[in-house]
């Protein structure tokens, strides 16, 4: 325990005059006299706080223009000083060159281990050595393809009649798509659906396959209009035909048709 020089001196002499007196003042303290050292001052943490910043600072470039190898090396140095100031909470910043080669020296980087890389399959056409030869049993038999792709198309299906419809039933008989427009085979005359016919008629008998065939020539305007083209599709022997009707402004094209038989193929040339 410090005294100051001048109580020590006071006290000794004291102690000379009356041992008794120096019992009762030896221990005696004034109001606001320090026991012991005097504190030590607290140290910053800003140099501390700056070194972390400027360590997150220089990680993130880093992390966005260094290599991965030079990465890795950094990320474990990175951690192990986070670790430092965690463990040490007064850490303070020193400039002297040795401790800051021993705290490097006890971090050491670390090699990136090898990724083992698979071979690459052979390109289209490289020879393989020792490759297993093709099996000629192993052939894929295109003759189904062929002889699908030269098998004649098939006939369009009858189409649909409800025999308990009379607008259809007449449809139907002069060449016409049962599912025309109901509203439309109403409003058509007698003379309409004998145009129709003969527009179909004329039209697979004398039209060839990449001309239209419109009838009637001059009509009057309560008259309907038959427009008959040909499609793809039809076998040889038969003609698929698609009928455009106009009538009252309003214009309803019908479904595909098909006739057959050797007369009707001898039309296709007009």
């Not at 012991?36 to 943490?45: D, E, Q, V």
């Not at 966005?64 to 030079?70: D, G, L, N, V």
């Not at 427009?181 to 179909?200: C, E, K, P, Q």
């Amino acid at each position: 325990m410090l005294f100051p020089a001048w109580r020590a001196r006071s006290r000794a002499s004291a102690a000379e005059d009356d041992s008794d007196s120096y019992d009762a003042y030896a221990f005696a303290f004034d109001p606001g006299e320090r026991i012991g050292a005097p504190p030590a001052r607290p140290r910053s943490s800003l140099p501390g706080s700056l070194l972390f910043v400027a360590l997150m600072l220089g990680g993130g470039w880093a992390f966005m223009h260094a290599p991965a190898e030079w990465l890795g090396s950094f990320g474990e140095r990175v951690a192990a000083v986070a670790a430092l100031f965690r463990a040490t909470p007064n850490f303070a910043v020193t400039s002297d060159p040795s401790t800051i080669a021993t705290t490097d020296a006890v971090i050491p980087s670390a090699p990136m281990p090898e990724a083992q890389v698979k071979e690459a399959p052979p390109v289209s056409g490289e020879v393989v050595p020792n490759a297993p030869a093709a099996n000629a049993d192993t052939a894929v038999d295109t003759g189904s393809i062929d002889s699908a792709a030269t098998a004649p198309p098939a006939p369009l299906p009858p189409p649909r009649v409800d025999p308990g419809d009379p607008y259809q039933k007449r449809a139907v008989a002069v060449g016409l798509h049962p599912d025309l427009s109901r509203v439309l085979l109403r409003r058509m005359t007698a003379t309409d659906y004998r145009n129709a016919g003969h527009a179909i008629d004329t039209a697979i008998a004398k039209t060839a396959d990449e001309s239209d065939f419109i009838w009637p020539r001059q009509r009057k305007p309560e008259q309907a209009l038959f427009r008959v083209h040909f499609v793809r599709g039809a076998a040889a022997t038969c003609r698929r035909y698609v009928v455009t009707v106009t009538k009252d402004g309003w214009t309803t094209t019908a479904p595909p048709m098909e006739r057959c038989g050797s007369k009707v193929a001898a039309g296709r040339n007009g």
